[in-house]
């Protein structure tokens, strides 16, 4: 029984430091465009890229 109280008490102090760190990242901003790269490959580049000629 001890070994289950054990694992547990593991188990529920790994899940919360997930929890804290899927906040943190959250505040700081790192799912805030998830539009972008995956509509990114459809844009033209504006600038034209000049070869050297021989």
Same mark, same amino acid.
Request: no cysteine.
């Given at each position: 029984?001890?070994? *289950? +109280? &054990? &694992? *547990?008490? #593991? =188990?529920?102090? #790994?899940?919360?430091?997930?929890?804290?760190?899927? #906040?943190?990242? #959250?505040?700081?901003?790192?799912? %805030?465009? %998830?539009?972008? !790269? =995956?509509?990114? +490959? *459809?844009?033209?580049?504006?600038?034209?890229? =000049?070869? !050297?000629?021989?």
């Amino acid at each position: 029984m001890s070994a *289950l +109280i &054990l &694992l *547990l008490s #593991v =188990s529920l102090l #790994v899940a919360a430091g997930f929890l804290v760190a899927f #906040v943190w990242s #959250v505040k700081k901003g790192q799912y %805030d465009d %998830d539009y972008t !790269p =995956s509509v990114r +490959i *459809l844009f033209d580049d504006n600038e034209k890229k =000049s070869f !050297p000629q021989s």
